[in-house]
């Protein structure tokens, strides 16, 4: 890279306007944003929104960080942080958010985000900001992250705790003592805000088995 971006900006996610004033020396900033890209030393993410390439990165790129500026406003749940919290064994690769807004998924060079509607007075219940080094991102507490993927998961239906215990640990194979560790109160103001009765069924297995405390 024959600009001395880099010592310029601190993070790894950066949008067009950060860029293009970094830029201002050359005759067209544009077409040089542009040579960039195309030697790899940037890649475009979306319109306005850039990353340093591979060889220039000082850490990787939050992917979090990154589904929260694609498309916003929103944060990082369901599948995702079910996994990042250590609740389900499968891996997952694409990148799933809540927002008020209207439902998109946007492929790019750097992977799948997938961003599912929440009403909007449901939206910011278990929210919360958590760090990495080099920044901060929204994302769902382990029990939005779960009442996400019930409301989302509509090829799953059952009508009582019984039934909503087979799905948990059978169907989504959720880790018990995590789950233990949930805050029913929190899982039950999702299903009520969301006006799930799946959400308020699981609601009522956590109460359950935490012995009703």
Do not use: W
């Not at 760090?131 to 799953?156: V, Y």
């Amino acid at each position: 890279m024959n600009v001395d971006i880099r010592s310029k900006i601190v993070g790894e996610e950066f949008d067009y306007q950060t860029l293009v004033s970094l830029l201002s020396e050359y005759s067209n900033p544009v077409m040089k944003v542009g040579a960039l890209v195309r030697a790899g030393d940037l890649i475009r993410v979306k319109k306005g929104l850039y990353v340093f390439g591979e060889r220039h990165r000082r850490r990787p790129c939050s992917m979090e960080l990154l589904a929260n500026l694609i498309y916003g406003p929103s944060m990082v749940s369901s599948d995702y942080m079910l996994a990042h919290y250590g609740l389900i064994p499968e891996a997952v690769f694409a990148l799933t958010s809540t927002t008020f807004k209207r439902a998109k998924i946007f492929k790019t060079p750097l992977g799948v985000f997938i961003y599912k509607r929440a009403p909007a007075q449901y939206y910011p219940v278990g929210m919360r900001r958590l760090e990495f080094k080099g920044g901060a991102f929204l994302a769902a507490s382990p029990e939005r992250a779960l009442a996400d993927k019930i409301r989302e998961d509509a090829g799953n239906i059952f009508n009582n705790q019984k039934e909503a215990e087979r799905y948990l640990f059978e169907d989504l194979r959720l880790d018990e003592d995590g789950f233990l560790s949930m805050d029913h109160a929190l899982l039950g103001e999702c299903a009520r805000k969301s006006r799930s009765r799946k959400i308020r069924f699981c609601a009522a297995v956590l109460k359950r088995m935490k012995g009703g405390k």
